[in-house]
T-cell receptor, first 110, second 113 residues
Framework: AQRVTQPEKLLSVFKGAPVELKCNYS??????LFWYVQYSRQRLQLLLR??SRESIKGFTADLNKGETSFHLKKPFAQEEDSAMYYCALLFSGGYNKLIFGAGTRLAVHP | KAGVTQTPRYLIKTRGQQVTLSCSPISGHRSVSWYQQTPGQGLQFLFEYFSETQRNKGNFPGRFSGRQFSNSRSEMNVSTLELGDSALYLC????????????FGEGSWLTVV
């Protein structure tokens, strides 16, 4: 079965500290993975997707098929990074369906 | 370019009533999907429409239904509302091909009392 697991409900760090938000997935096909972010009172927005291999707002994520992981990393957290982060797997058997993890709340303290 | 627009943004309904939520996708997008977001269950896929056809439906009871119009606008309907239907309902749109980026609206907050 397709599943996305984000083991941490809350990750609390100080400004300037490194951040790693964990995401593991279960999918029998070739996975396409995303990180979405939801800032307070704002819509869910795409942060990055694994196929683009971009760095957005200093965040990067590498797909590790051996460990079935897609962890989100940032070397130096900023207070404005505080938000809910959702890892999502695209199930695209002829249609587009995102399977979301439970989300991790990142709190960056000054 | 305008984003995904959902109306109404907030509404309160009574148990047993029915509700209709509307979604206008990004111009040119032909796929519209709906998600339910609750504190307990997180984000769950309801259904997806493409060119007026439902391509897939999530694991929700038949009280949840939707449709898409020829201009790609979509509506979802929940009949015989239950307290547990209280949630944020998110609409998302994309061009429709597998792998196209999916963009979300701000959602409709439904409270059932």
């Amino acid at each position: 079965a397709q599943r996305v697991t984000q083991p941490e409900k809350l990750l609390s760090v100080f400004k300037g500290a490194p951040v790693e938000l964990k995401c593991n997935y279960s999918y029998s096909g070739s996975p396409e993975l995303f990180w979405y972010v939801q800032y307070s009172r704002q819509r869910l927005q795409l942060l990055l997707r694994h196929i683009s291999r971009e760095s957005i707002k200093g965040f990067t994520a590498d797909l590790n098929k051996g460990e079935t992981s897609f962890h989100l990393k940032k070397p130096f957290a900023q207070e404005e990074d505080s938000a809910m982060y959702y890892c999502a797997l695209l199930f695209s058997g002829g249609y587009n369906k995102l399977i979301f993890g439970a989300g991790t709340r990142l709190a960056v303290h000054p | 370019k305008a984003g995904v627009t959902q109306t109404p943004r907030y509404l309160i309904k009574t148990r047993g009533q029915q509700v209709t939520l509307s979604c206008s996708p990004i111009s040119g997008h032909r796929s519209v999907s709906w998600y339910q977001q609750t504190p307990g269950q997180g984000l769950q896929f309801l259904f997806e429409y493409f060119s007026e056809t439902q391509r897939n439906k999530g694991n929700f009871p038949g009280r949840f239904s939707g449709r898409q119009f020829s201009n790609s606008r979509s509506e979802m309907n929940v009949s015989t509302l239950e307290l547990g239907d209280s949630a944020l309902y998110l609409c998302a749109s994309s061009l429709g091909a597998p792998g196209n980026t999916i963009y979300f609206g701000e959602g409709s907050w439904l409270t059932v009392v």
